[in-house]
């Protein structure tokens, strides 16, 4: 089954920072494009961030001016620095290669959040 790798969750005072990492390395195409989500207990999939290979990045309202998504082609690596954290930050974040998309109608929600990867927690204490 092919996976990306998410690390660099953890806990983290409001107002504090995280930087989370993903290797697609493992997959066996070049993704068009990469992107975050997130899930907290008893809410569902929501898109966080993405990014194409041109460089091109989508954010949602709730992140905008807080959260950074990049990327390293050579590494097959993508990031995501987190700052200015709340609480409301806090969920299971997944990395995604190819986030659904519907001409259109923009980003659709996934099937499942963890279809892509087991996800990593950032926890954020007021």
């Known amino acids: 089954e092919v996976q990306v790798v998410e690390s660099g969750g953890g806990s983290a005072q409001a107002g504090g920072s995280l930087r989370l990492t993903c290797s697609y390395s493992?997959?066996?195409?070049?993704?068009?494009?990469m992107g975050w989500y997130r899930q907290a207990t008893g809410n569902e999939c929501d898109l966080v961030s993405t990014?194409?290979?041109?460089?091109?990045?989508y954010y949602t309202d709730s992140v905008k001016g807080r959260f950074t998504v990049s990327q390293d082609n050579a590494k097959k690596m993508v990031y995501l620095q987190m700052d200015s954290l709340k609480p409301e930050d806090t969920a299971l974040y997944h990395c995604?290669?190819?986030?659904?998309?519907?001409?259109?109608?923009?980003?659709?929600?996934?099937?499942?959040?963890?279809?892509w990867g087991q996800g990593t927690q950032v926890t954020v204490s007021s």
């Open positions: 990014i194409r290979g041109d460089g091109t990045t």
């Open positions: 493992s997959l066996p195409f070049e993704p068009s494009e």
């Open positions: 995604a290669w190819d986030p659904p998309y519907r001409p259109g109608v923009g980003y659709v929600p996934p099937a499942r959040c963890s279809y």
